[in-house]
């Protein structure tokens, strides 16, 4: 299958201070990325949809602002969580899926960032 | 919008066969997906299922029954690593993967 590589896999910050997160399609081009979060013992919840080369598209209740999501390439998607709160202590999905695979329900996923803000 | 069902835990032996259920609500239907998630890791693809019937890969089956927004992931032979979350997870008219909210099986000697 498709690799998805996520960076990195562990960070933790101040709070206050931007964690930027890179996830990178390896042997695919990606031309959608999905950014997922996951809080312990929950789902997995859609924060928002970026294609290559235009805005992302967030889900309801998600703040574009502190959430930037990024999608300059057809291999990479960074978020960078801005001004960080210890609310947003979470894990971070990326997933992509090929543009030969858009209606297979098969999504690749990257490894996963735990984000720790203290 | 979107909105799927499925049980929280489930519990089994070694050897045995669990049948994980999901009912779903969407706008519009692609599919639906299962998953795997052990602690700690990110989701792996299991299956895909867009049209009724039952999908067969290894020890793992799943089945979808579109009229009844209905499916159901089939574990056989069930092994101490297969304790793990399962998600159920639908396409509906937006493109997106929503995922329910997992099942925990855990699978004891």
């Known amino acids: 299958g498709a690799v998805v590589s996520q960076h990195p896999s562990r960070v933790i910050c101040k709070s206050g201070t931007s964690v930027k997160i890179e996830c990178r399609s390896l042997?695919?081009?990606?031309?959608?990325m999905f950014w997922y979060r996951q809080f312990p013992k929950q789902s997995l919840m859609l924060m928002a949809t970026?294609?290559?080369?235009?805005?992302?598209?967030?889900e309801q209740g998600v703040e574009k602002d502190k959430f930037l999501i990024n999608h300059a390439s057809l291999t990479l998607s960074t978020l960078t969580v801005t001004s960080a709160h210890p609310e947003d202590s979470s894990f971070y999905i990326c997933?992509?899926?090929?543009?030969?695979?858009?209606?297979?329900?098969?999504?690749?996923f990257g490894e996963g960032s735990r984000l720790t803000v203290l | 919008g979107q909105s799927l069902e499925q049980p929280s835990e489930v519990t089994a032996v070694e050897g045995a066969i669990v049948q994980i259920n999901c009912t779903y609500q969407?706008?519009?239907?692609?599919?639906l997906s299962w998953y795997q998630q052990h602690d700690g890791g990110a989701p792996t693809f299991l299956s895909y299922?867009?049209?009724?019937g039952l999908e067969e890969t290894g020890r793992f089956s799943s089945f979808l029954s579109r009229s009844d927004s209905y499916g159901y992931l089939l574990l056989q032979e069930l092994q101490m690593k297969d304790s793990a979350s399962y998600f159920c997870?639908?396409?509906?008219?937006?493109?997106?993967?929503?995922f329910g909210q997992g099942t925990t099986l855990q699978v004891k000697p």
């Open positions: 299922n867009a049209l009724d």
């Open positions: 970026s294609n290559e080369g235009s805005k992302a598209t967030y």
């Open positions: 969407t706008s519009g239907f692609y599919g």
């Open positions: 997933s992509a899926r090929t543009s030969g695979r858009t209606g297979t329900g098969e999504l690749f």
């Open positions: 997870a639908v396409i509906g008219n937006t493109g997106k993967l929503i």
């Open positions: 042997d695919f081009q990606a031309t959608t």
